[in-house]
C-alpha cells in the first residue's frame, strides 16, 4: 500500500468518529522556498488527497510562519537588509519592491507554485493571527506557566538548569514598540495584572497589557503546540531537524500534553532532496537554491507529483535535471500509459499514480524524448515540430506540443547542451574513407531504401533499413544493427545517437538525407 494511503487509515483508525480531519504544514518566508521545503507541503498534501479518497472530510492548513524573526540575510538578497535582522518577516519590506514585505514576497512566489500543482491549501499567515489577538490567552497562558515550561525543555537539554535562567526564562519572543526588534534587554512579568515590563537595547521602557499586546510571539517550541491544540490538527510532517529525540517534534509533544492538554498530531519525519546535474548544490544560505518554479520548467507538474509521492517521506532522494530528465519522463508515460489501460499492477505504484494526478489533466502530450530528439533539428520550432509529428501519424494541440516543447527547449538549453545536437551541413568523406567495404555497401543499399520510402509506414521502413545489414547470426545481426545505426547518426548529426530514423527522415526530407548519405554520387 501506498505510504499516504498507510498513514490515512492508521489516522481514520485512531480517530474513527473525527467529522473533519485537520492536516497541517508549515514554512517560515525566510527566502524562495526550495524543493527540500516543497516536501513539506506536498508531504501533507498526499496524506490529506488519501484521506479524501477513502471519503473523508478534511482540512488543509498551510501555515506561514511570517511571525518568525528574521535571522539572516540570504546571499543574493541585498545585503543591506542586516538593518532589518531581529524583525519578524511580515514587518520588513519587499527586497525586490513588488510586495508589501519581505514575507509576502516569498510567499506568494510560492503560493502560485503551489497552485500549478493544483494544491490548494488554507493559507493560514501568523503574523495576522498574532497580531489580531486570537492567541494571547495561550500566551498569557505559557507565561503564567513559563518556569514548569523552563523544566520541561530541559528534559532536553543536556546542560544543568538553574534557578537564575529558570527565573529569567520567558518562552516569547518580544517585538520592541519602538524600533520593531527583538533586542530585549530584560522583561518582568506582573502576573496579578497580566502585565508585562520591558526594556529594550533601543532605550525603550514599556509596560504592555498581555491579554492586549499585538507584538508577542510564543518561541517555536511552545507556537507549534499551541497551533495544533487551536487548530486541531491530527498529522503534521516535519524535517529531519526536527525529528531527532530531542528535536522540535519530540519537545512540542510534551508542551501539548502537559501545557495544552492536547494530545500530539501524528508526525512524519521526511528526508532532504537533492538536485542532480551540472554542478548544482542546493543550499537555502548560498542563495543557490532550485524552486518548485525552475523545476516546472523542466517537469510537467504531474511528474514531479509522481516522483515525490513514488518515495516514502523517510528516503532521501536525487531529482536529476540531467539525462535523467528523460529516464524520469518516460517511466512516467510508461507507468501513465498502464495506468490509463488497467493495467498497473503494482499497489503502491498504481496509488501513486492517483495521487499525482491533477485535476484539469492534460490533453496527449508528445514523448519527452521523441521530442528531445528532434528539437534542436529544426531549430526549436513548434510548428515545424508538430507538423513532422504529424507525417509520421502523431496528432496533438499546438499547446500540448508546446508544453512538453517549451520544457525540452529549457532543459537542452540550460542544463543539458549535449542535447543540442544539429545537422551535417556536408558529407563527412574523411569519415567514410574509414569505413570498410561491407559497411560501404550498408550505406549505398541504406540510400536505395531511403529513396523509395515514401509509401512505407514507420515500421516497415524500420524493418527494411535492418534488413540491410541482416545476418543469420543472432549476435552478429545486433552488431551490425548498431555499428549501421552509428554510422548514419555520425553522418547525419555528427552524434553517435539520434530521433529514430523514419522520425529523422520526415525531419529532413529524403533529399537531404540521401545527399549525406550517398558517397557514389
Ligand atoms: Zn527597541
Not at 94 to 121: M, N, R, T, V
Not at 450 to 470: F, P, R, T, W
Request: hydrophobic share 35%.
Amino acid at each position: 500500500m501506498h505510504w499516504a494511503y498507510k498513514i490515512a487509515e492508521e489516522l481514520i483508525n485512531k480517530y474513527p468518529d473525527k467529522e473533519t480531519f485537520v492536516c497541517a504544514s508549515g514554512i517560515s518566508p525566510s527566502g524562495s522556498i526550495h524543493i527540500g521545503n516543497f516536501r513539506e507541503v506536498i508531504t501533507t498534501y498526499f496524506v490529506v488527497k488519501a484521506l479524501r479518497k477513502l471519503g473523508k472530510k478534511t482540512r488543509f492548513i498551510f501555515s506561514w510562519d511570517d511571525y518568525d524573526r528574521f535571522r539572516k540575510v540570504p546571499k543574493n538578497i541585498d545585503q543591506s537588509f542586516e538593518k532589518h535582522i531581529g524583525k519578524p518577516y511580515s514587518e520588513i519590506p519587499d527586497p525586490y519592491g513588488c510586495h508589501g514585505s519581505y514575507a509576502e514576497h516569498f510567499e506568494k512566489e510560492f503560493e502560485k507554485s503551489l497552485g500549478i500543482f493544483g494544491i490548494e491549501a488554507e493559507f493560514i499567515y501568523q503574523s495576522k493571527e498574532y497580531k489580531s489577538g486570537r492567541y494571547n490567552r495561550y500566551i498569557l497562558h505559557a507565561l503564567r506557566q513559563r518556569k514548569e515550561i523552563y523544566d520541561m525543555l530541559m528534559e532536553f537539554k543536556t546542560q544543568e538548569s538553574s534557578d537564575d535562567d529558570r527565573n529569567a526564562f520567558f518562552p516569547i519572543t518580544l517585538y520592541c514598540d519602538d524600533c520593531g526588534r527583538d533586542n530585549i534587554d530584560s522583561i518582568r512579568f506582573d502576573e496579578e495584572n497580566e502585565r508585562i515590563r520591558y526594556t529594550c537595547k533601543c532605550g525603550n521602557d514599556r509596560v504592555l497589557s498581555v491579554m492586549n499586546a499585538k507584538n508577542i510571539k510564543l518561541n517555536w517550541k511552545i507556537d507549534w503546540p499551541m497551533r495544533w491544540m487551536v487548530e486541531n490538527v491530527i498529522f503534521e510532517p516535519g524535517g529531519r531537524d526536527h525529528s531527532s529525540a530531542t528535536g522540535s517534534y519530540n519537545v512540542s509533544k510534551e508542551i501539548a500534553r502537559r501545557v495544552f492538554n492536547y494530545r500530539e498530531p501524528d508526525y512524519v519525519a521526511y528526508e532532504f532532496i537533492g538536485i542532480k546535474g551540472s554542478n548544482v548544490k542546493m543550499s537555502s544560505s548560498s542563495g543557490n537554491i532550485i524552486t518548485p518554479n525552475e523545476l516546472l520548467k523542466i517537469y510537467l507538474p504531474e511528474i514531479i507529483l509522481f516522483i515525490f509521492s513514488k518515495y516514502k517521506p523517510g528516503a532521501a532522494f536525487n531529482i536529476g535535471l540531467d539525462e535523467d530528465v528523460i529516464r524520469n519522463y518516460s517511466e512516467y508515460e510508461r507507468f501513465k500509459a498502464k495506468h490509463l489501460m488497467g493495467s498497473l499492477e503494482d499497489e503502491g505504484l498504481s496509488q501513486s499514480m492517483e495521487l499525482s494526478e491533477m485535476d484539469d489533466e492534460n490533453g496527449t502530450v508528445p514523448k519527452f524524448n521523441q521530442v528531445a530528439g528532434i528539437l534542436p533539428l529544426v531549430n526549436f520550432d513548434t510548428q515545424i515540430l508538430k507538423d513532422v509529428l504529424n507525417k509520421i501519424g502523431e496528432e496533438y494541440e499546438l499547446n500540448d506540443v508546446k508544453k512538453i516543447s517549451d520544457r525540452v527547449e529549457y532543459w537542452i538549453k540550460n542544463w543539458y547542451t549535449e542535447k543540442m545536437i544539429s545537422l551535417s551541413t556536408s558529407k563527412d568523406t574523411a569519415y567514410y574513407e574509414t569505413l570498410d567495404d561491407v559497411q560501404k555497401r550498408w550505406l549505398a543499399d541504406i540510400c536505395i531504401v531511403i529513396g523509395n520510402s515514401q509509401y512505407l509506414s514507420s515500421d516497415e521502413l524500420m524493418k527494411a533499413i535492418y534488413d540491410v545489414c541482416h545476418d543469420d547470426d543472432k549476435k552478429v545481426k545486433k552488431n551490425n544493427q548498431r555499428v549501421l545505426f552509428a554510422m548514419v547518426y555520425r553522418l547525419m548529426l555528427n552524434s553517435t545517437s539520434g530521433p529514430r530514423l523514419p522520425l529523422l527522415i520526415k525531419v529532413l526530407g529524403v533529399e537531404k538525407t540521401i545527399s549525406l548519405l550517398d558517397f557514389n554520387k
